[in-house]
């Protein structure tokens, strides 16, 4: 196939791709901008302009692009087989990829469940939870308690969870499963802890006690509802109302999963163990698309021996060869290096490059914890017009409403980082 010129590629772009919340309508659509390749933590342009890559690609690609050491697992494995079905098959890959997962989450989790992409992952775990119950012989126990503020993915069943409002979703409503919802945590991750923050919550899981399947939730950071980080004593007490209440919970550590808060698994800075995990993302350093579910033996078990004898889940590209041995290569990067010292130093040059923001007064808010940095503003900002100012700024990042955050990969470097958060100011400050 004959290679395409930017102009072809900019006229297939404008006349046929539709991007991810995007509108088709010319008239109203940001700009877009063609990437020819893309090493460590930048991406080179079609008009040659190089940009620090401070999203991380939505926050997946730990270790930067083209990694010689992901580069050579793939390119070995693309040699063997590139896909074989997972159904009634198992391959080194998918086996060495179970096991890590297995040996770095809580010991009671167990089973692995290799999903297509996080929104299914969620959908995986909510089947699990429903069908746990129907097993058990409580088919009533069929609804989820998720948080206000929460996000978990696009798919029907991730969308049902996901704060009804602010949840992009709300379009959807009459068409999706009615869950049950809490207030989002109102206590800042240093906040003293007050009993009045999990009051609406332990009144919602002891009224709904009986319908609920499991609670679910982003541990410590909720990200795209908000980039809001709260309180480990409060996941803490989660954990206690749902074994209080007979509820499971789910810990969705798609975006805060291998590292980017601080902690391995998010769920650490409370020291709780839910009995079902979510992770995806980082998984591959942003290779190829996988995710996996795990949960306890109780669960798994408990599924097993009801009515079906079977989990009713089968993904076609379940467990997929290329994808396990790009996330065995990754992982082996992070856990063979000091990632928690790293992350740490991300945390110091996030804290210093974006401290000047406090002092605006367009400035709501700004926060960091390990690798995630925030500038919440007062007012909404306009994607259309900030994104083109970073992208003169030599920065890639990707704001949401009053949001202007960076997830950058681990592996940037601090001369990088600095230019980073010292553009972001530029920009905010140009916007006072």
Avoid at 144 to 163: E, Q
Wanted: net charge negative.
């Amino acid at each position: 196939m004959a290679s395409l010129t930017p102009s072809q590629i900019e006229r297939i772009d404008r006349s046929h791709t539709w991007h991810p919340y995007s509108s088709v309508d010319s008239a109203s659509t940001s700009p877009c901008w063609q990437v020819v390749s893309a090493e460590g933590v930048r991406l080179t342009l079609a008009d040659g302009r190089q940009l620090i890559d401070g999203m991380a690609s939505w926050w997946s690609v730990m270790h930067g692009y083209n990694h010689p050491h992901v580069n050579q697992a793939v390119t070995q494995q693309l040699g063997r087989m590139a896909h074989v079905m997972f159904g009634g098959l198992c391959h080194e890959p998918a086996a060495q990829l179970i096991q890590t997962l297995v040996d770095i989450t809580p010991v009671p989790l167990q089973k692995v469940f290799l999903a297509d992409s996080g929104s299914v992952s969620v959908e995986v775990a909510l089947k699990m939870a429903i069908q746990y119950w129907h097993s058990k012989g409580q088919p009533n126990k069929n609804k989820i308690l998720s948080l206000r503020n929460g996000y978990h993915g696009d798919t029907f069943g991730a969308m049902s969870v996901c704060d009804p409002v602010t949840g992009m979703h709300h379009l959807f409503a009459e068409s999706l499963q009615q869950n049950i919802f809490s207030e989002a945590p109102q206590c800042g991750f240093d906040s003293d802890w007050d009993e009045k923050y999990i009051q609406d919550f332990a009144q919602k899981i002891e009224q709904h006690q009986q319908s609920l399947a499991a609670v679910i939730l982003e541990p410590i950071v909720q990200g795209a509802g908000g980039m809001r980080f709260y309180s480990p004593h409060y996941l803490k007490r989660v954990r206690e109302l749902c074994d209080q209440h007979n509820v499971l919970l789910i810990a969705d550590e798609i975006a805060t999963g291998f590292g980017r808060t601080g902690k391995l698994f998010a769920c650490e800075w409370a020291n709780v163990c839910p009995d079902i995990l979510c992770v995806g993302k980082a998984m591959t350093g942003g290779y190829m698309t996988l995710a996996a579910t795990l949960c306890t033996d109780k669960i798994a078990q408990g599924i097993c021996q009801g009515e079906a004898g079977v989990f009713m889940h089968g993904p076609t590209f379940m467990g997929n060869p290329l994808a396990c041995s790009a996330a065995n290569a990754n992982l082996e990067l992070l856990l063979n290096n000091d990632w928690q010292a790293n992350i740490e130093r991300l945390q110091r040059g996030l804290e210093m490059g974006l401290s000047p923001c406090r002092d605006l007064s367009s400035v709501a808010d700004v926060r960091v914890l390990g690798g995630i940095g925030v500038v919440e503003m007062k007012q909404a900002v306009t994607l259309a017009e900030i994104q083109p100012q970073f992208v003169d700024a030599g920065i890639w990042l990707r704001p949401f409403g009053k949001l202007i955050y960076t997830m950058p990969p681990y592996i940037i470097s601090d001369a990088d980082l600095g230019v980073l958060t010292e553009k972001i100011v530029e920009v905010v400050c140009s916007i006072e």
